[in-house]
């Protein structure tokens, strides 16, 4: 089993001399403390903590398991020791207001932490993970009291959250949910139903859990418009913050999953449990959102750490093991056989995997500067600012979600190829990383759920194609001082500027078809997401590319030579084989849908 090692060289690359975060901090109103030396001092840290105490349970973590007993949930060996630690150091609380024990720093130093912890032991990242929406949630649509009564302690890590959507009958369309909350005289609701697939839903890692429901007033109208959201405690909050009974709310079983079986992903059923309403009646889904947005950009990372996880696996693999000689002659000739490393497809399987990560690294951390902005205008309430960063984002999270987490998977599944038959094995890792990856494309919405919500809401419908009108322009202002050189950049600036041209074009193609055919949005959805990311990951690869060069030339760059020119070279193997897969996407998205609707229901058979 590989050891992890925090990749703190890439990410002061992209930090410090590609996206330029200091400066970026400078200018928020919550990133007065964090200066360079406060920002790597968190870095380092978080990589201790990562590499010493979560990724040694990771493998023991994913064999043992959790087990359920009364309704009890027990995690694994040395998970609530590492839990200690971890709120012990103050980790849980780095980007929340300091007016609820937090540090009041930026959200993505928050982020940075995250990819780190979920790299090294992702099944233990959920636990604290999930309570990162939960917070957001509260301190957007929750009462002053309930801030009060919820935040100290979330924020400390002492407590954890949930959120609480799918139930049996329903996963994505949550308007057919069915659970229940009854008004009671003094204020509080009594929640009855049953949510399933709850992650870290029960646990013994934290004294109280505080899930956040999706549930129908008696009187809600149907369908979405009917929802409601509410807070419902594991254990009733006295007004003095002190614990008081076991609510109404048990874990009727833990779901017996592909991968992250060191989380517990719970079935609760709610029995008349006492809740509490989070914002209007009704408008629930609309607060849940803040909790979705979240969750999906911190399941979008996980595209990137299992990249990351798996390519620290089979790099030192691929150097170490040997089997035949290179076609082009004896590269270790003292030796039986040459290492993997010298045969082209395995570097190929490689670089796909540092191409991943890396660019995948690239796009959440550009992404997280808007995140911030966002952010700070929601804590100043600055309506206007946050809807137009939140309006940003919108665009940016259905590719990051579903893009970078099949990305992800591929990854993941490459390091396992590379290992051969030894990857298959438990004891090395890589099919551990390969399962645990598996969920990533599922769970906050599947890759066809984004892809629908990427191109029929946010490109079609909220802005009929603005928002890749203005993500293209932004490519060509950057591409244009580049378009004659002669080297490598002038290469990727000419296909990246003619393929920002294709991205119109093909948006706007699909707009005027779908107007004839309205199940085309439908058909071509994933395909146009695959092809937007491929486009955002081959725009993030070429500013690391142009930064690389200029401090090869200048001399002036802090991390050492070879460093650079191995980010120009994957960046030339990104634009060279990985780009290209676009064209099948954008052929697969301009397809007629009559080879796809055109089977009868009955059709559809096993012989």
Known sequence: MALYKAPLRDMRF????VLDYPAHYAKLSNGADSTPDMVDAILEGAATLCEEVLAPLNLSGDKEGCSLKDGVVTTPAGFKNAYKQYVEGGWQ????????????????????????????NWSFTMYPGLSVGCINTLLQYGTEKQKQQYLPSLVSGAWSGTMCLTEPQCGTDLAQVKTKAVPQPDGSYLVTGTKIFISAGEHDLTENIIHIVLARLPDAPAGTRGISLFVVPKFNVKPDGSLGERNLVVCGSLEHKMGIHANATAV?????????????????????????????????????????????????????????????????????????IWHPDVRRMLLTQKAIAEGGRAMIYSTMQLADKMFCAMLAGEKSKHKRY???????????????????????????????????????????????????????????????????????LSSKGKCVRDYSMKILKFTKPHLLDRGPLGKMARVLSMRAGEWNVLTTAIMLRARKDRELVGSASVDFLMYSGYMMMAFHWALQAVKATELLTSGEGKESKEFYQAKIQTAEFF?????????????????????VMQMDKEQFAFN
Do not use: C
């Open 14 to 17: 992209l930090m410090n001399e």
């Open 93 to 120: 609380g780095l980007a929340f207001p300091t007016e609820y024990g937090g540090q009041g720093l930026p959200m993505s130093i928050n982020i940075f932490k995250t990819e780190m912890m979920g790299t090294a």
């Open 268 to 340: 609760l059923n709610f029995d008349d449990a006492v809740g509490y309403m989070v914002g209007e009646p009704n408008k629930g889904l609309e607060a849940m959102f803040t909790f979705m947005n979240t969750a999906r950009l911190g399941t979008a990372i996980q595209g990137v750490t299992h990249a990351e996880a798996s390519f620290q696996g089979a790099l030192p693999y691929a150097k170490e093991r040997r089997s035949m000689r290179a076609l082009s002659g004896k590269k270790e000739p003292d030796a039986a056989a040459d290492a993997l």
């Open 390 to 460: 939140d309006n940003h984002l919108g665009f940016f999270t259905p590719i990051l979600k579903g893009f970078l987490t099949e990305m992800g998977l591929e990854a993941a599944n490459l390091g396992m190829q590379v290992f051969g038959g030894h990857g298959y094995v438990h004891e090395h890792g890589m099919e551990q990383i390969v399962r645990d990856a598996r969920i990533s494309t599922l769970y906050e919405g599947t890759t066809g759920i984004q892809a629908l919500d990427l191109l029929g809401r946010k490109v079609l």
């Open 575 to 595: 634009f060279e084989r990985l780009l290209p897969r676009a064209n099948a996407h954008r052929w697969g998205a301009l397809a007629s849908t009559r080879s």
